[in-house]
C-alpha cells in the first residue's frame, strides 16, 4: 500500500513539473495581425497628430541638399520633400545627419525618414523599405582640359580616385579593376578640391552632383564618358512603418501627377526626372 501511495505522488509531482515547465502559448494569427496593424500605424498616427515629419537629409550634396550662401537648406530634395509633406497635410522638418549614421539614426527613431538622395540597393533593402522617386547614375569628374586624357571609368585603372564614403559612388569605384589608390571623404567639397589641388586624378560622383559643381565651378573640372550604374533612389522608411509608407507613395505620386515634380525637377536640373 505504501508502494502504491508513493507511485501516485511521483506520478502526480512528474504531472505538475511537465505543466510548469511548457512553453507558452502563442497568439493566434487574427491577434498577431492585429498587433502588427496596430504597430505599423504608430508613426503616421504621431506624425499627423503633431503635424510634422521628421526628415535626415545630409547637408553636403548639392544640388540635392546643401547649404547655399546664406546657409539654408536648399535642393531637389528639399522642394520635392516640403511638397510630399503639403500633399500628407504635416510640415516638413529637416535634421542634417552625417551619411555614415544617417541609417542607424532612423533605427533609433531619431527621425521618422530619410529623404537625402540614397539609392536602393539590395543591402539596404534589407534594413528599411524605399518609396522611390528619381534615379541617380554615376559619372566621372576629371581636371579640366582632362590632361591624362581620362575618356572612361576604365581609363581610371592606376589612377587615384575620390569619392564620398558610404555612398553607391564608393562602391561603383571599388567595381573599377585596377585602380591604384581609393580615397574617401565625408563631402564632396573636399573631393573636388583635392582633386584642384592635383591629390586625385579622378572622382567618382552621382550625376546630379557632377553637373551641378560642374555648372557652378565650369573651370574647375570636365565631366567625361557615360553615366554608368544607373540606380533607383528612395524615401528610406522603417520596415514597421507600412502605413507610412504608403502614405509617401501616394503623395509622390500626386505631385508628380499634377505636375509639382516636373517644376521642381527642372528648376534644379533643366529637365522631368517624373517620368524616369
Do not use: H
Request: with cysteine; aromatic share 6%.
Amino acid at each position: 500500500m505504501k508502494k502504491l501511495i508513493q507511485f501516485v505522488l511521483i506520478l502526480a509531482l512528474a504531472v505538475m513539473a511537465t505543466a510548469c515547465g511548457a512553453q507558452p502559448k502563442l497568439p493566434d494569427a487574427s491577434t498577431k495581425t492585429k498587433d502588427q496593424s496596430s504597430a505599423k500605424g504608430d508613426t503616421l498616427a504621431q506624425i499627423k497628430k503633431q503635424g510634422v515629419i521628421k526628415i535626415a537629409v545630409d547637408d553636403t550634396f548639392p544640388p540635392m541638399e546643401y547649404r547655399n550662401d546664406k546657409n539654408e537648406l536648399v535642393g531637389f530634395d528639399i522642394d520635392l520633400a516640403n511638397a510630399v509633406a503639403k500633399e500628407m497635410g504635416v510640415k516638413a522638418q529637416f535634421i542634417p545627419s552625417a551619411w555614415d549614421g544617417i541609417l542607424p539614426g532612423l533605427d533609433a527613431k531619431q527621425y521618422d525618414i530619410i529623404m537625402s538622395s540614397m539609392n536602393i540597393t539590395d543591402e539596404r533593402k534589407q534594413k528599411v523599405d524605399f518609396v522611390e522617386y528619381t534615379k541617380l547614375g554615376q559619372v566621372v569628374a576629371v581636371k579640366t582640359g582632362n590632361p591624362l586624357n581620362i575618356k572612361s571609368k576604365d581609363d581610371l585603372s592606376g589612377k587615384i580616385v575620390g569619392v564620398q564614403m558610404g555612398t553607391t559612388s564608393e562602391n561603383a569605384a571599388k567595381e573599377i579593376k585596377g585602380i591604384k589608390e581609393l580615397k574617401t571623404y565625408n563631402g564632396y567639397t573636399d573631393v573636388f578640391n583635392d582633386m584642384a589641388l592635383g591629390r586625385l586624378q579622378g572622382v567618382i560622383v552621382a550625376e546630379a552632383v557632377g553637373a551641378y559643381y560642374k555648372k557652378t565651378k565650369p573651370d574647375a573640372f570636365d565631366v567625361i564618358g557615360d553615366t554608368f550604374q544607373s540606380l533607383p533612389v528612395g524615401i528610406a522608411v522603417r520596415k514597421p512603418d507600412d502605413s507610412l509608407q504608403e502614405a509617401l507613395q501616394k503623395a509622390v505620386q500626386t505631385v508628380k501627377d499634377n505636375g509639382t515634380y516636373a517644376k521642381i525637377s527642372k528648376e534644379w536640373f533643366g529637365t522631368d526626372k517624373s517620368k524616369e
